[in-house]
């Protein structure tokens, strides 16, 4: 008699967890595919490079228009002839905030060299940025990117993520995850070969 119930037990719950599952995956099936409405940041230890294709072969940037925190329009387009070294990032993100320093670093040991540094924020408002900018004595060019307009274009589901335009403006290395200041340099480089 025990373990006929037991055995009932076991079924019914086995058909409870096959329920709850196929309502989790209909569930799933049915949100929203924005691509960054849930941008997290990225786990630290899994950098993804894109590789590095033929350099006949490179594509192309897409093309945005975002304003900056000067209220001044940046058309990506518009940069070519410069190297554009840009990285998808917010305030709250903390293994963005942990490679700026770096990024500040990078920035001025190339600002006589055709490099142009932009910071795309994702869905910030101006004075969170503003503030987190001064409160760290950071000089950087901040595009505002309020809508994810430019993060959707670009795929970003993970922050920071960073991409090397060449002054083709041909994507040269697309780096998903934090970076330290070597591999940043080391991306930069590839810019002028």
Not at 23 to 42: G, M, P
Request: proline share 3%; charged share 25%; hydrophobic share 35%.
């Amino acid at each position: 008699m025990k373990k006929g119930i037991i055995m009932v037990l076991c079924v019914l719950l086995a058909v409870a967890l096959v329920v709850i599952g196929v309502i989790s995956f209909k569930d799933d099936s049915n949100k929203n595919t924005d691509i960054t409405s849930d941008v997290t940041s990225s786990p630290e230890s899994s950098a993804a490079v894109s590789p590095e294709p033929d350099s006949g072969t490179l594509k192309m940037a897409d093309d945005f228009t975002l304003t900056d925190l000067n209220g001044n329009q940046v058309t990506l387009s518009e940069l070519k002839g410069k190297n554009v070294f840009l990285n998808f990032f917010a305030t709250w993100c903390s293994p963005c905030k942990r490679e700026l320093p770096d990024i500040q670093k990078i920035e001025e040991e190339y600002k006589d060299k055709d490099l142009l540094v932009y910071l795309v924020d994702l869905g910030e408002d101006e004075n969170t940025v503003k503030e987190f900018l001064k409160k760290n004595n950071y000089t950087f060019n901040v595009l505002m990117d309020i809508n994810s307009d430019a993060g959707n274009l670009y795929r970003t589901t993970e922050i920071p993520t960073s991409f090397f335009i060449n002054k083709e403006g041909r994507i040269v290395v697309r780096h998903t995850s934090i970076m330290t200041y070597e591999q940043m340099k080391n991306n930069v480089e590839k810019l002028y070969k």
